[in-house]
């Protein structure tokens, strides 16, 4: 199928900010990961604006983004740091037919940390809740997580959170891998009417993540982080056919490249009709988004 002919336009539900303000907070150890492991061009490595980022989402096929204020690791360690919730409202503010916003939660926070991710939907318009397991070496089942379930249930929202393998981000402070999807399991079963989303497919553990899925009808998988090049056979099934309602679209933007996923995507032969709920649908039903 030609990316022409795709039955809909896209939305990215995992998109991290890459201006110069927002990269400002980032540890200066990231080099090595983004551009020499992951292959992230410098350019972009350095920092776009957001015109830039529309233009490519654009060029891409891609309508509209969930930006992540993401919470990475427990300030004050190192590698670490917190984007402000303020960057993200702020982007949304000004693309609000474009972009939308996600809470990152740091689990140490605590009760001010509830508080705040409820500030940031009530007051801040984000719409949902976003998690780095990894950065906390704790699984998404340990207790810390929970006071966040329960606000994330009380507010109507879903969570993201990275599952399976976790890489070396910051040499400095490497992180073990806690995100086996099998942990999802328990919290889907403490929290029925939680809105889990495991993000980055679960790989090594994806048919583990699948089967997450398939049995827990609030659990669901998100694409993002890996080229769908290279998507394993198991999971391009899963989407094709009794998983089409479960998977959400996602990047991981600037992990991987808008126009490369979207390329790779319609070299999957991938039906019109779950194609149709990958890169819209399902994530516009989840979220509760207009459309």
Not at 89 to 106: E, M, N, Q, S, Y
Not at 229 to 251: A, E, L
Request: net charge negative; aromatic share 12%; proline share 7%.
């Amino acid at each position: 199928m030609s990316r022409a002919d795709f039955p809909v336009k896209a939305i990215d539900a995992v998109v991290n900010i890459q201006t110069e303000e927002t990269l400002s907070y980032r540890p200066a150890d990231r080099k090595e990961f983004y551009v020499d492991k992951i292959g992230v061009d410098e350019g972009t490595f350095s920092g776009i604006s957001h015109a830039e980022m529309l233009r490519r989402m654009d060029e891409a096929g891609i309508e509209k983004a969930f930006l992540i204020a993401a919470k990475i690791g427990r300030e004050g360690l190192p590698g670490t740091y917190h984007l402000p919730y303020k960057l993200v409202a702020d982007a949304v503010a000004a693309h609000p037919d474009r972009f939308f916003g996600l809470a990152g939660i740091d689990p140490f926070e605590g009760m001010k940390g509830v508080r705040a991710l409820e500030h940031a939907v009530k007051e801040l318009g984000f719409i949902g809740a976003h998690l780095y397991p990894h950065w906390f070496e704790l699984a998404p089942d340990h207790a810390k997580y929970y006071p966040f379930y329960a606000k994330c249930v009380e507010l109507d929202i879903p969570i993201q959170m990275q599952v399976g393998q976790s890489l070396v981000y910051s040499p400095e402070n490497p992180k073990r891998s806690v995100g086996q999807p099998i942990t999802l399991d328990a919290v889907a079963c403490d929290f029925p009417e939680l809105k889990l989303i495991g993000i980055h497919i679960g790989i090594p553990w994806h048919d583990e993540m699948i089967a997450m899925a398939w049995k827990h009808k609030n659990v669901y998988i998100g694409c993002d982080a890996h080229a769908p090049k290279y998507w394993p056979d198991s999971f391009i099934k899963y989407i094709n056919t009794y998983g089409q309602d479960k998977v959400i679209f996602g990047t991981d933007f600037p992990v991987i490249d808008f126009k490369r996923a979207m390329d790779d995507i319609a070299d999957l032969e991938i039906r019109p009709e779950p194609l149709a709920k990958l890169l819209r649908h399902n994530v516009v039903k989840l979220y509760g988004l207009k459309d």
